[in-house]
């Protein structure tokens, strides 16, 4: 661990083919991260704060209050009022100012004019020092909130799969046991004292990372960043396992097979999800399972695409079927989701399913799947990697949950690492029918279902 106040060399990921571009890090002596990775490209520069505050932190019987604080924090600080935040930042150009809650993590992005940078940063600070709320803030956002959960889960088809699905993968409070929305009206409940606690406990410089991309000279970013967030002090101590954002305990097998139906009023045909736990990341079997993910549902040419929509029309064309969730907390989840054909029953699709995580657990592999994989896998981060605002969200990534921003430039190397045989030990460990849940979200009558 680099200590405080110390600086990394330029470049140190530079010399990687997976990030052909120099990082340098320093740490403040309140604990604040600083990455910074130099590309004078065009004059602007990408600022991605992530705090490592997630939906797995909710306290007990306030699920989503990870979710509401990334809402609070844009509606006023210490000598930012309500909606100035965004408004400043528009005035002088800025672009792509949003945020986002997942289980790991909270993050603030926006990408600004080089010259704005100050201000990007000093707003940063402002929110992370002295956030402040009302009781009608709390309110608007508390509504701000509903209508989101309404739009996107409740009003969508199959927009409640990770509700039904995280609710049945783990056990009656466990941190990943709800999605980051979680329950507004539950929320209504939170008082004053919570929510200060909160932001004290977890919005703070030793619990966050800050990430700049563009234009940039790394000793004036660190210059700014002592300036900006210098004397904001460090949080409360937090265990060491809290801090990394993840343990070292394996996970603990499902008691399946289990199958669940819901009704799914809004759509003409079943959809699928087969859920397995898995290890945390990063990892070897990490690393395998991605690759997997890859060779199974990433694209047409993908083996569930070729077996389940070209050889059996069995369910519909899928841009990405599968997705390892690189969850960091004890376990992680495999994910496998696909949409039948109309009058094709969501049973018979699962066992078609199943038939080819048999036969990569048979080690049925070929060769060429898998360079396949690992050639849309790369091509995939160098897209991601393109944008400045993208590149410093995955450089916050890695620095904020894998301990190192470097390494991003491993990528390559580590996917090239994966065997065939590797994909065949970490189906036959965590993919096996013993370690599965299925939901079936069922949107045709019965009458219509095979």
């Given at each position: ?107 603030y ?90 932001h ?48 070292a ?8 097979p ?6 799914e ?24 399972l ?29 841009e ?5 969730w ?61 944008a ?8 916050a ?5 894998y ?20 994909l ?27």
């Amino acid at each position: 661990m680099r200590q405080a106040g110390t600086t990394a060399p330029a470049g140190a990921a530079g010399e990687r083919p997976g990030f052909p571009w120099p990082v340098a890090e320093h740490r403040l002596a309140n604990g604040l991260r600083v990455v910074v990775s130099p590309d004078r490209l065009v004059p602007v520069a990408a600022v991605n704060l992530w705090y490592r505050v997630g939906s797995r932190h909710d306290p007990a019987g306030l699920p989503g209050l990870a979710h509401l604080f990334e809402h609070l924090m844009f509606e006023g600080s210490e000598q930012v009022g309500r909606g100035e935040h965004t408004a400043l930042l528009h005035a002088i150009g800025a672009d792509g100012v949003n945020a986002s809650t997942t289980m790991d993590r909270t993050e603030y992005h926006q990408t600004v004019p080089a010259d704005a940078l100050d201000l990007a940063l000093w707003l940063e600070a402002d929110r992370m020092a002295g956030l402040r709320w009302s009781e009608d803030v709390l309110r608007n956002q508390l509504a701000v909130v509903r209508r989101e959960h309404q739009q996107q889960h409740l009003g969508t088809p199959y927009g409640r799969w990770q509700e039904f699905a995280l609710a049945s993968v783990y056990p009656d409070g466990h941190p990943y046991g709800h999605p980051p929305i979680g329950s507004v009206e539950r929320l209504a409940e939170v008082d004053p004292g919570t929510l200060a606690a909160f932001h004290g406990h977890h919005y703070a410089p030793d619990n966050a990372v800050l990430t700049v991309v563009g234009a940039v000279r790394p000793d004036e970013v660190f210059a700014k960043a002592e300036r900006y967030f210098g004397g904001v002090p460090a949080g409360p101590a937090r265990p060491a396992d809290a801090a990394r954002g993840r343990t070292a305990r394996p996970p603990e097998p499902l008691a399946g097979p289990v199958l669940r139906l819901e009704a799914e009023e809004r759509a003409d045909a079943d959809r699928v999800y087969l859920v397995h736990r898995v290890p945390a990341a990063p990892g070897a079997d990490h690393d395998a399972l991605t690759v997997l993910a890859a060779l199974l549902g990433r694209g047409r040419g993908a083996r569930l695409h070729r077996r389940l929509v070209v050889e059996r029309p069995l369910a519909r064309a899928e841009e990405r079927a599968a997705f390892a969730w690189g969850l960091t907390h004890g376990s992680s989840l495999f994910t496998v989701g696909l949409t039948a054909r109309r009058g094709i029953g969501g049973e018979r699709l699962i066992a078609a399913v199943e038939s080819v995580l048999d036969e990569i657990a048979a080690g049925r592999i070929d060769p060429a799947e898998l360079e396949r994989a690992r050639a849309v896998l790369h091509a995939g981060r160098l897209r991601s990697l393109t944008a400045f605002g993208s590149r410093a969200d995955e450089l916050a990534r890695h620095a904020a949950l894998y301990e190192q921003a470097a390494g991003i430039g491993d990528l390559p190397a580590r996917s090239a690492a994966v065997t065939v045989a590797d994909l065949a030990r970490v189906a036959r460990a965590h993919l096996g029918r013993e370690n599965r849940f299925a939901l079936v979200l069922t949107g045709a009558t019965k009458e219509e279902r095979a």
